[in-house]
Every structure is written in C-alpha cells, then in structure tokens.
C-alpha cells in the first residue's frame, strides 16, 4: 500500500512514522528501518524524515541505531532524523 501511494503521489516529502514499535506479540506495528529504506528506494527524490524514534517504551529502533543503518546503506543525503524538539525547514 505504501508503494502505490509512493508511485500514485510521488511525495517530495515523506515523514515515516518509524520506531519499529512492537507489542509482546506479533511484529513492528511501525516502521522498521528497513522499511524506511524501502521507502526511500521507492521515492528516490523525496526527502524522508523519521519520527517517532524512542518515543514510547514499545519502539525498540533508536535514533543512533537508525543513523548507523543511514550510514551503511547511503541514505544520509535522503534521510532525517531530527532530535527532540528540532525543526526542519524544506
């Protein structure tokens, strides 16, 4: 569903509602990092902005893990991951 919108909309800007939030049972009901990634190779023009990254209990993909796996895979021109209470200008 997110390609086809990704395909449809052709978004400049994307905000992915990341984390990889998970209850005790069953997988991520947010992004994972390796969602965000697919993301980007889908919109490899938009500009991704990752929120939501420790900001309950239940997300388990950290904001330094996420700019580990931007920086392994290239993603660091694409990808933002602000801190808390940044703002970002586009």
């Not at 392994?72 to 586009?90: A, H, L, R, T």
């Amino acid at each position: 569903e997110v390609q086809e919108v990704l395909e449809r909309c052709c978004p400049q800007i994307i905000v992915c509602f990341a984390g990889a939030a998970q209850f005790s049972q069953g997988g991520p009901i947010t992004m994972t990092k390796e969602d965000v990634f697919e993301v980007c190779n889908n919109a490899p023009l938009a500009k991704v902005v990752v929120t939501h990254l420790e900001a309950w209990n239940h997300c388990y993909l950290s904001r330094q893990e996420m700019k580990e796996f931007m920086e392994q895979n290239s993603m660091g021109k694409q990808v933002y991951v602000p801190d808390d209470g940044e703002w970002i200008c586009f």
